[in-house]
C-alpha cells in the first residue's frame, strides 16, 4: 500500500467547509483511496473511497488531483459532531493500514 | 441491519492473567478482521479472517495471542498471558465480501483493555 501523509491536526469553524489534505505520491494506478474517521471513544467508520473520479455521497466529497498524488476530503457543513480523527489510505486490495490520521477540531 | 457487536466493553486485567475478547459481526460477512489500537495510534491489523479461515496473521505476536473463528460466524481474540504493553482498544471490523477492493469495513465499538 501506498504511503499517505496527512497534517496531524486541523481547526474549522462550525459551519463551514473543511477540507482536510492527504498526499499519497507513490500511488499506484490500481490502488484507491479511502477515507475513514474515528469519533472519540467509537471504531473507525467510512466516509467515501474513490479511484480517479472525484466523488460524493452524503457525508464528503473525495477530490482526487489528476496526477492522483493527492487529495481533500471536503465536509461541506461541519457539525460539532464531525470533530473525530481523519484517516486518508490508499490500499490495493481489502486491506486498511492505518496512519496517524489528522485531528480535525470542529470550533463553535 | 445490526451493527458489528464486541464484548466486553472495558477489561481491566493484571500482568501476566489471560482475558478474551468476543465479536460478532454482521450477519453474512464472509471477512473478519482483528485490531489493537494503542493510545494516540491508528488501529492496526492483528487478523485476518475469510469465512473460517485465517488470512493474515503476520503481526498478530503469536506466543501470546490467538484468535479463532468458529464457523465462519463469531470469533475470540485471546492473550494469555498478558503483559503491560497490550493496554489498548481491541476492535473488530467486517466485510462482506472476499478480496473485494472496493468492500468498506464496518467496525464494531471495541473493547478496552487495561493491563496493570
Known amino acids: 500500500d501506498a504511503k499517505t501523509t496527512q497534517p496531524p491536526s486541523m481547526d474549522c469553524a462550525e459551519g463551514r467547509a473543511a477540507n482536510l489534505p492527504c498526499n499519497h505520491s507513490t500511488i499506484s494506478g490500481n490502488e484507491y483511496v479511502y477515507w475513514y474517521r474515528q469519533i472519540h471513544s467509537q471504531g473507525p467508520q467510512y466516509i467515501i473511497h474513490g479511484l480517479k473520479n472525484n466523488e460524493t455521497n452524503e457525508m464528503a466529497s473525495l477530490i482526487i488531483t489528476e496526477d492522483r498524488k493527492s487529495s481533500t476530503l471536503i465536509l461541506p457543513h461541519a457539525t460539532l459532531r464531525d470533530t473525530a480523527v481523519y484517516y486518508c489510505?490508499?490500499?490495493?486490495?481489502?486491506?486498511?493500514?492505518f496512519g496517524k490520521g489528522t485531528r480535525l477540531h470542529i470550533l463553535p | 441491519e445490526a451493527g458489528v457487536a464486541q464484548s466486553p466493553r472495558y477489561k481491566i486485567i493484571e500482568k501476566r492473567q489471560s482475558v478474551a475478547f468476543w465479536c460478532n459481526p454482521i450477519s453474512g460477512h464472509a471477512t473478519l478482521y482483528w485490531y489493537q489500537q494503542i493510545l494516540g495510534q491508528g488501529p492496526k491489523l492483528l487478523i485476518q479472517f475469510q469465512n473460517n479461515g485465517v488470512v493474515d496473521d503476520s503481526q498478530l505476536p503469536k506466543d501470546r495471542f490467538s484468535a479463532e473463528r468458529l464457523k465462519g460466524v463469531d470469533s475470540t481474540l485471546k492473550i494469555q498471558p498478558a503483559k503491560l504493553e497490550d493496554s489498548a482498544v481491541y476492535l473488530c471490523a467486517s466485510t462482506p465480501g472476499i478480496w473485494v477492493s472496493t468492500d468498506t469495513q464496518y467496525f464494531g465499538p471495541g473493547t478496552r483493555l487495561t493491563v496493570l
Open positions: 489510505i490508499a490500499t490495493l486490495d481489502d486491506k486498511i493500514i
